[in-house]
């Protein structure tokens, strides 16, 4: 039914409706009892009307963005994130997840997001992006505890140049990484501050510092307040990016 013929079969029905609300229906004279009966209500006795009943305000529709990727053919674990126009991470969306943490849709791996930032704030409509890394056999070594120069603890990114992804036709791409930490530890991270990979579990570091130690092995610091410790990262290299491209955040 089209918008008019629907406005009109309204209007039509409406005057009949009105007629029916307002129409009193006829009943029965009351016979001498059912009138003594009557009268002997009192208007504190008489029944009330019904209020109308409160309608609930229906939910407001989900933010929900379907995103889906081809993984790039490396095993190991995938970190995914969420970027503004202007290029800055709004939400670690995965981090370290398996490929079961992803369902498999026709061609694809396939996940969601609610429209939040890591705050758990509703983001502003607009555009958006995701993208992130399949970071493959890392290796970490525990060198122990090792006095660094201030200057290399100062040492906060260093460039690596991975391997190339063979579902994209761009060249080795080169990505910054550096040393996030928080009350969990510390964790490889790019520069945007997308984690990558786990360091150490120490819950009291208070600065950390990277430095390359050839091309697919890096060198890290941190410093718990009492100690320095000193790890490798090998295999650094063997990450390879991936592209989720824009989409519209309503």
């Excluded at 504190?44 to 529709?61: D, F, G, I, K, W």
Aim: aromatic share 6%; proline share 8%; net charge negative.
């Amino acid at each position: 039914m089209t918008t008019r013929s629907t406005l009109g079969f309204l209007i039509a029905i409406f005057p009949s409706v009105a007629l029916a609300q307002e129409s009193p229906t006829l009943t029965p004279s009351p016979t001498p009892a059912a009138s003594s009966s009557s009268s002997s209500i009192s208007p504190e006795q008489s029944v009330a009307p019904s209020p109308p009943s409160e309608q609930t305000p229906s939910p407001s529709p989900a933010r929900t963005v379907r995103i889906s990727f081809v993984p790039p053919p490396i095993e190991g674990t995938i970190s995914l994130g969420i970027y503004d126009q202007a290029g800055r991470m709004v939400r670690v969306l995965h981090q370290n997840a398996q490929l079961n943490d992803f369902a498999i849709g026709a061609d694809a791996l396939v996940t969601r997001w609610d429209g939040k930032d890591d705050g758990n704030q509703d983001l502003p409509s607009g555009r958006y992006h995701a993208r992130g890394y399949l970071v493959g056999a890392l290796k970490r070594e525990d060198l122990g505890e090792n006095s660094r120069p201030q200057t290399e603890m100062e040492a906060n990114v260093v460039k690596v140049r991975l391997v190339r992804n063979p579902l994209r036709k761009d060249k080795r791409p080169v990505v910054e990484l550096g040393i996030g930490f928080n009350s969990d530890g510390s964790y490889l991270k790019t520069s945007d501050g997308l984690p990558l990979f786990k360091i150490s579990e120490t819950p009291n570091v208070t600065r950390a510092g990277i430095a390359a130690k050839s091309e697919n092995a890096v060198n890290i610091w941190q410093d718990d307040g009492t100690t320095v410790h000193q790890f490798r990262v090998s295999n650094v290299d063997q990450m390879m990016a991936f592209d989720c491209g824009e989409f519209e955040l309503r």
